[in-house]
């Protein structure tokens, strides 16, 4: 079982949907959640942190769900500029290593 | 400031070649690590430093070195190329206390023949 695990996707949808993708994490001790974004072919960039009481930029919103060991992330008002594949980065371990999904790629269509 | 900066962006290698990936950073970050990204998988670290003269295994460090002398260089050298090791490439940092928000290089297309 993969230690950070997210669909795949794509997830195709259309300009103005809302759009939620999840991300599962196999260690219940795991201290701080990221997502990243990463456009086709360029590094990846913190998009937000993802904290216990949730986290809201704009449109987006991050939620943790400890209980069932899971971070969200939802997307409302989608741009075309929102595509792109969105990673989820956890630290498990505080050894300065952080733990990457593969990533949940999301297209948006107009 | 430039950021995180990586050459070469691509390199061809035939099996059993050596060679050095550059990163640089400009913002006195004392984090620096290096990913490899697959296709279908995380990006997995190969190297991480968390300041000049101090360095530490990934999660897949074998074939791979690197060294630290300066607080804005980190090279990572391929000791002897393998097919194995075609992927891309990313350099990245981060500042004291803040090592999990990570700025990355461009990356470094790397095929091995």
């Known amino acids: 079982r993969k230690e950070v695990e997210q669909d795949p996707g794509p997830f195709n949808v259309p300009e103005g949907a809302t759009v939620a993708f999840n991300c599962t994490y196999s260690?219940?001790?795991?201290?701080?959640f990221f997502w990243y974004r990463q456009d086709c072919r360029k590094e990846p960039k913190l998009l937000m942190s993802v904290y216990s009481s949730g986290n809201e930029d704009g449109r987006f919103t991050a939620q943790l769900n400890r209980a069932s060991q899971y971070i969200s992330l939802l997307i409302r008002d989608s741009k075309l500029s929102d595509s792109a594949t969105y990673l989820c980065?956890?630290?498990?371990?505080?050894?300065?290593?952080?733990?990457w999904g593969a990533g949940t790629k999301l297209i948006i269509k107009p | 400031n430039a950021g995180v900066t990586q050459t070469p962006k691509f390199q061809v290698l035939k099996t059993g070649q050596s060679m050095t990936l550059q990163c640089a950073q400009d913002?006195?970050?004392?984090?620096m690590s290096w990913y490899r990204q697959d296709p279908g998988m995380g990006l997995r670290l190969i190297h991480y430093?968390?300041?000049?003269?101090?360095?530490d295994q990934g999660e897949v460090p074998n074939g791979y070195n690197v060294s630290r002398s300066t607080t804005e260089d980190f090279p990572l050298r391929l000791l002897s190329a393998a097919p194995s090791q075609t992927s891309v490439y990313f350099c990245?940092?981060?500042?004291?206390?803040?090592?999990?928000?990570?700025?990355f290089g461009p990356g470094t297309r790397l095929l091995v023949l």
């Open positions: 980065v956890v630290n498990m371990r505080s050894n300065y290593q952080l733990i």
């Open positions: 260690n219940s001790a795991s201290q701080s």
């Open positions: 430093s968390v300041g000049a003269g101090i360095t």
């Open positions: 913002m006195n970050h004392e984090y």
């Open positions: 990245a940092s981060a500042g004291q206390g803040a090592w999990e928000t990570q700025y």
